[in-house]
């Protein structure tokens, strides 16, 4: 590989989260699961649900002429 190409490979990223609005995630695409669940906060019982999304994310390797050179920098849509 040489120091102009750009090395991408796609992976995903589960979250998993306390939610008490299900209707805000499950019709989203990426949602795995949601289970329902009760948990005290402040002595004050609270119901929602625990979610577990999976969403795409970019994994870019930076090679080390990039990083040196600032290269990198300039190419970067964000």
């Known amino acids: 590989m040489s120091g102009t190409e750009i ?6 990223r589960r979250h998993t989260f306390f939610c008490v609005d299900r209707e805000r995630h499950g019709g989203k ?9 009760q948990i005290v906060v ?3 019982t609270i119901e ?5 999304t999976e969403r795409p994310v970019i994994d ?13 920098s300039t190419r970067d849509p964000e």
């Open 7 to 12: 090395e991408e490979r796609g992976v995903t």
């Open 29 to 37: 695409a990426g949602l795995i699961e949601a289970v329902p669940k």
């Open 48 to 52: 929602g649900w625990i979610i577990t």
């Open 42 to 44: 402040f002595g004050e």
């Open 60 to 72: 870019k390797t930076i090679t080390l002429a990039e990083s040196v050179e600032g290269i990198g």
